[in-house]
């Protein structure tokens, strides 16, 4: 597993305690799981994503990820309507590994109180985040 | 003890190295009032000559070889072949633990890979579990199974699901709020599925062929009434032989099978060990119960099989686990897949036309004798017949002289006074079968 | 260590069923076709079932291969934590195998049945012995089963008294078929943690027990091998707010003769007769978890009861606050018959020392080892003992890795990354049955490939060598499932 200073956090995104990324800087809002996440489940085997259009408060269960051995789920950073997801993770689950913020995104979402954007974390708060949990 | 290894000399020295006084020691963390106070109430060790007479004298008070026995209802009495006590004797099968570990482990998840193949081809499915296990435990998971994919609220099953299945069903759905619809019988001995249309809410249907009184049901027309968006088709049965000649039940359009896999050469030994089976169509994988075996290969390419999509299961879901199923039937699996590569596609198909042709001799000889076949549907190797008013006396009479004709049906259905179910299948010669047509009428 | 159990063999590559069959071969002794035909109408007859086809050697020389690859409990040691991997004595086969026995039907009249009931009955009475419960039911067909079966009785009970309750408390230390069965009962598990000593403490338990919490499973001794001292408290505070004890006998092999599970608190506890009595586990199962209880809960197991009447047995159904039936009939029978196998040969004398020689491994291993491996909790501990990968870390070598090179030795590994609290968890469970010199080699074997871990590495991360296979592609495996041929 990787190091701290190994971890690949870009600065244009946001983060989670649940280690959930999303990019706030288009007029919608995309969503995935970072690369600690990644490192920490292993290989991906299998994304259960929602249905487009479901409409999910902040913090409730939007998908499933797993690895071989282990299940996680993952929770809206902020509450919202689906309104796209990634279909290309059905068949190549593994993006969610090899390209976590590019072609391994989940989902992309229209916020309904985009004030909630504030309780994320930026790159150097979730990076203290995670020494703290280490 | 002759399982035990350790001298007095091995105890003093293990004690010395890691520095307790005695084995008492090892225990003092137990606080006294959580102690027993004496040794448990049970006898003084038998030496393995005194068990075996023990364990002969009970197996003595059961019903010898001499008995000639009408019974099946869920367990079927069929030839085992000398072969297979032989190879479950390898203990490298029978003493190996689950799988976890498939460098060590290939045997077993070859052959359950072999039986999930076999399996599936036997009920005409695309994919079957592991096991799970009994019939019983398979028709129950099977249902939680089919409400997770539907989400229906109501389950309308037969009355002609075997009555045991239907009991364990509705013990482990008491905490649940999904409502349990009976379908009642028709005239001819099969269901009347005709409530079904008016059902709004329903998520699974139940049906089982060849069916508790032995009659062949016409899934196909249950499949067709039914939205498979909204209503998953379950098909159960307690009698697999059957599928060897008749229609498995996914040539017919059911979404989900499950049964009773102990006639495919597991000893009845009064009803358990049993092997529940169950498979469904592709789609449905991720929400199976169960342990899955999946073909992969090694790190040089080399095919091997593995346990898989492991994440659905208890040890790793948790309390959002598809079942709380850990151990299971393995050997049992193992026997079944023993068992059907024993017999082979023309085997079975042979074998299964033997039970149905002794089962109809009976049931014409019978018939002949003017016993009252009640039901018309076509059976397999099991049918009901109506003896004349007062016939249990004549039963414990035919007890005596080492025959057991059959199960009394009035106990599960009250309607049906002087009802009999009868099973004859391959294990039963014509002289046989004579003598019993010949006693049971005169 | 200079040589290893496992050595060269030849092993045999072995083609899957249906690329050895054959049309025209028949592995069956087909019995005489001695009635005259009856044909089936044409529209019930199904197309070809594409069984394979084969002989009796082909079949023979299939499953004789591939028993081959696998390792069990005859071949050596398997410390499989909470697994209990002992020795299955070979008199329990042949007693079960017994016609009597193996040949009876399950709805034979009654007066047909005396041999058989007799044997379940004294097996319950066995039991009721070595927990010191009152009442026991044979019926569930595996612990988790049990662990249903016991929940149900939760239920039951609740009810029964006006007050049905929504939560049950499960330790975080517990297997994962606790909180799956309570949830399949409707009851929502909720955690609670051990303390620095690896045992529940009464106030946690204080904490979260309420009158809408149906009570506690308790797994005792726990899954990381030690007793839990306070359960007598704990039970006094569960029952003070009306809630039950349920006891996970999955560990009972570290305490038979020793632990009053009565006195405890205990109100249920289920046992796995393919762990503590020696059954074998079949390559996962089947096995058999009855459950035994107190007197004042005995109304709810599930039916049908045997009963006693002046020598005479029978099966009963008038228990009308019972659960009902959890098997088509009245349990794995076969595996009853060879766990009363095993506690006749044992009496109870012997079983305690069962007990005591399985503590006596266990804490031997744990002295040894906790010199190179990290060991989280260092008590006297029951049956097994939990180690981690952490001393292991600076090399990137983790537990799977140690457990696969241990095979290279001839050894199964231990229970590998459970209990889940324990970061890289390997939970070692010798058993009684493993004699001081397979041991003595064990733990010779580990402390080689701790110092493999450190100075060749990739001896354990290409680990193991010696099998059939190497490790295998799961990933693949779980992506693109390919589970029929």
């Known amino acids: 597993m990787k190091e701290i200073l190994e971890l690949n956090l870009p600065q244009n995104v946001l983060y989670t305690k649940d280690h959930e990324w999303m990019d706030t800087t288009g007029n919608t809002m995309r969503i995935g799981i970072n690369d600690y996440a990644q490192d920490q489940l292993g290989e991906i085997v299998y994304v259960e994503l929602p249905q487009i259009g479901a409409c999910l408060n902040k913090g409730d269960v939007f998908g499933t990820v797993e690895s071989v051995k282990a299940v996680s789920e993952v929770f809206m950073p902020v509450s919202g309507e689906v309104i796209q997801v990634n279909t290309d993770l059905e068949n190549a689950p593994e993006l969610v590994s090899s390209s976590p913020y590019e072609k391994g995104w989940m989902i992309e979402i229209k916020a309904s109180n985009p004030d909630e954007v504030k309780t994320m974390m930026d790159r150097e708060a979730y990076l203290k985040f995670l020494e703290g949990i280490k | ?442 | 260590m200079t040589e290893t159990s496992a050595t060269r063999g030849l092993i045999f590559n072995e083609p899957l069923l249906w690329e050895i069959g054959k049309k025209g071969r028949i592995g069956f002794s087909m019995p005489e076709h001695d009635v005259p035909d009856a044909p089936l109408d044409k529209e019930f007859i199904r197309k070809d079932s594409e069984l394979p086809d084969l002989s009796e050697v082909n079949v023979i020389r299939h499953f004789t291969r591939l028993s081959q690859w696998n390792f069990g409990i005859d071949a050596g040691m398997y410390p499989l934590g909470s697994c209990t991997m002992k020795y299955n004595p070979k008199v329990n086969e042949r007693v079960a195998l017994l016609p009597g026995f193996a040949e009876a039907h399950p709805l034979l009249p009654t007066s047909l049945s005396q041999g058989i009931l007799r044997l379940m009955f004294e097996l319950e009475r066995c039991l009721a012995a070595i927990t010191s419960m009152d009442a026991v039911t044979l019926q569930p067909s595996a612990g988790a089963q049990g662990e249903l079966c016991g929940m149900l009785i939760f239920r039951a009970y609740h009810r029964k008294k006006g007050k049905p309750r929504s939560k049950i408390i499960v330790p975080n230390t517990a297997h994962g078929t606790n909180p799956s069965s309570a949830t399949l009962c409707g009851y929502k598990p909720v955690g609670i943690s051990i303390n620095e000593k690896g045992i529940l403490t009464p106030d946690a338990v204080a904490a979260l027990m309420d009158e809408d919490t149906a009570g506690i499973m308790v797994t005792n001794p726990n899954t990381l091998g030690f007793f839990e001292e306070n359960i007598q408290k704990i039970s006094e505070i569960v029952h003070s707010k009306g809630g039950l004890v349920y006891g996970d006998g999955a560990n009972m092999n570290a305490v038979m003769g020793i632990v009053d599970m009565a006195a405890c608190g205990m109100d249920i506890l289920h046992l796995n007769l393919h762990k503590t009595f020696s059954t074998p586990h079949g390559g996962g199962g089947p096995g058999a978890g009855p459950v035994c209880t107190k007197k004042y809960l005995e109304p709810f197991l599930p039916v049908p009861r045997i009963i006693e009447e002046k020598g005479v047995f029978s099966l009963s159904n008038d228990f009308p606050d019972s659960i009902g039936k959890l098997h088509a009939f009245y349990g794995n029978v076969g595996i009853m018959i060879r766990a009363l196998a095993y506690i006749l040969c044992m009496g109870g004398e012997n079983l305690k020392k069962a007990s005591q020689l399985a503590v006596l491994n266990a804490n031997y291993i744990k002295e040894k080892l906790k010199k190179v491996l990290h060991l989280p909790y260092d008590r006297t501990c029951m049956h097994e003992c939990v180690f981690s990968d952490k001393n292991q870390n600076p090399t990137k070598i983790t537990t799977l890795d140690m457990a696969k090179r241990l095979i290279d030795f001839g050894f199964h590994p231990p229970t590998i990354y459970f209990p889940l609290i324990v970061k890289g968890a390997m939970m070692i469970e010798p058993t009684e049955t493993e004699s001081k010199e397979e041991i003595d080699r064990f733990i010779a074997a580990m402390e080689q490939i701790v110092e493999e871990a450190t100075n060749q590495p990739d001896l354990l991360r290409n680990a193991p060598m010696k099998c059939k296979v190497r490790r295998l592609d799961e990933a693949q495996a779980a992506r693109k499932p390919c589970l029929a041929g």
């Not at chain 2, 290894?5 to 890691?18: F, K, Q, V, W």
């Not at chain 2, 399996?119 to 997770?148: H, K, P």
């Open chain 2, 1 to 442: 003890m002759r399982y035990f290894s350790h001298t007095p000399e091995d105890i003093r020295s293990m004690l010395s190295a890691i520095h307790a006084g005695s084995i008492e020691d090892l225990f003092s963390l137990i606080p006294a009032n959580c102690r027993m106070k004496k040794n448990p109430d049970i006898p003084p060790p038998m030496s393995e000559w005194k068990l075996i007479r023990k364990m002969e004298e009970m197996a003595g008070d059961m019903p010898s070889s001499a008995y000639r026995s009408y019974l099946g209802a869920g367990r079927y009495e069929h030839h085992i072949p000398s072969i297979l006590p032989y190879l479950l004797g390898r203990s490298e099968f029978s003493t190996a633990y689950t799988p976890y570990q498939p460098e060590i482990s290939q045997g077993t998840l070859q052959a359950i890979y072999e039986y999930q193949t076999l399996t599936s081809r036997l009920l005409g499915m695309d994919v079957a579990n592991a096991s799970l296990y009994d019939g019983a435990s398979a028709l129950s998971e099977a249902l939680f199974m089919a409400l997770r994919i539907t989400k229906g609220k109501q389950i309308a099953m037969s009355k002609l699901v075997h009555p045991f299945f239907r009991e364990v069903v509705s013990t482990c759905f008491a905490p649940t709020s999904f409502e349990i619809i009976e379908l009642p019988f028709l005239d001819n001995g099969t269901t009347d599925i005709s409530k079904l249309k008016d059902m709004e809410d329903l998520g699974a249907v139940i049906v089982q062929s060849p069916n508790f009184f032995g009659c062949i049901e016409d899934l196909r027309k249950v499949s067709e009434t039914i939205d498979h968006q909204k209503t998953l088709l379950i098909a159960c049965f307690t009698e697999p032989i059957a599928f060897g000649l008749i229609h498995p039940p996914g040539d017919q359009g059911a979404d989900i099978v499950c049964g009773e896999g102990q006639s495919l050469g597991i000893p009845v030994s009064f009803g358990g060990p049993g092997l529940g089976m169950l498979a469904c169509k592709e789609a449905f994988i991720r929400n199976m119960p169960g342990r899955l075996v999946g073909r992969t290969t090694d790190l040089d390419g080399k095919p091997a099989f593995v346990l898989t999509l492991a994440t659905r299961e208890q040890h790793i879901r948790r309390e959002k686990a598809t079942s709380n199923i850990c151990t299971n039937s393995s050997l049992c699996a193992v026997t079944a897949l023993m068992f059907m590569a024993s017999v082979g596609g023309s085997g079975i198909r042979k074998l299964a036309q033997l039970n149905h042709d002794k089962s109809e001799y009976v049931k014409n000889g019978l018939k002949a004798k003017g016993v009252r076949i009640p039901f018309s549907a076509p059976t397999f190797n099991e049918f009901v017949v109506q003896f004349e008013n007062g016939f249990s006396k004549k039963y414990e009479k035919l007890l005596q002289e080492k025959i057991i004709p059959g199960l009394p049906l009035s106990e599960f259905y009250p309607e049906l006074k002087d009802h009999y179910l009868i099973c004859v299948t391959e294990t039963k010669g014509k002289a046989d079968l004579d003598h019993f047509i010949e006693k049971v009428t005169s």
